[in-house]
């Protein structure tokens, strides 16, 4: 199943710096690529506004996605969780 997790920055995060330099940033990108290398992240990355950032997840259900984001060293600081909506692919190259 697909889910779209919208998060926006949290608390803790600095708007004068970008994002590679915010506090504790080493630890979050490895998550992240961690996420990518197992499967879960499909596609991610922030918005034009750099205050809101996209991620493309399969899992098998909203509460594994937000169990899974919780381990996230950014997680309740750097990012917070807006909406996880179930997406329903009906076009994907990937099929032709």
């Excluded at 990355?45 to 809101?52: M, T, Y």
């Amino acid at each position: 199943m697909f889910f779209v997790v919208l998060r926006r920055t949290g608390p803790e995060w600095n708007p004068s710096l970008p994002l590679e330099q915010q506090a504790g940033w080493p630890g979050h990108a490895a998550f992240m690529d961690g996420l990518v290398d197992a499967g879960f992240v499909v596609l991610g990355g922030p918005l034009a506004d750099e205050v809101r950032g996209v991620r493309a997840v399969e899992a098998e259900s909203e509460g594994a996605v937000r169990e899974t984001l919780a381990r996230d060293p950014w997680s309740g600081t750097h990012l917070v969780v807006d909406t996880i909506d179930p997406w329903t692919i009906r076009l994907d190259w990937r099929r032709s």
